[in-house]
């Protein structure tokens, strides 16, 4: 059973769409907008023995690769914040005898939209 574990979000794009309001006899079009959000998270399927310390070791893990995103996602404006949390994590995992491989770990995303206004 794969477990998701928050990363961060991030605000998205705008959307915009014209609706046509119907007051008295010509319709007039409407421009609506809306905010939308990014939701990241890490997808785990953990081994069949995961246990308590499993999963400590993986919140660390966790704390350490998100420290290491803000900052290379802050210096080079975004671009970098996943590749660095996926090493960051790997090798943080490998010094704490987590013995995980690729398919275990996935990042995915989810976007939440606001009303429109």
């Given at each position: ?10 605000p ?21 907008t ?52 996926m ?11 987590l ?19």
């Amino acid at each position: 059973m794969s477990t998701l574990l928050p990363i961060g979000s991030i605000p998205g794009l705008p959307e915009a769409r014209v609706t046509l309001a119907s007051e008295g006899f010509v319709p007039v079009p409407m421009l609506q907008t809306r905010n939308t959000t990014v939701h990241t998270f890490l997808c785990i399927d953990p081994p069949e023995n995961a246990d308590e310390e499993f999963w400590n070791a993986v919140r660390e893990c966790l704390v350490f690769a998100s420290a290491g995103a803000i900052v290379a996602g802050t210096l080079s404006g975004g671009i970098a914040a996943l590749p660095t949390f996926m090493q960051v994590f790997g090798a943080k995992a490998t010094s704490r005898g987590l013995e995980l491989v690729s398919n275990q770990l996935k990042i995915v995303t989810q976007t939440t939209y606001g009303d429109w206004g």
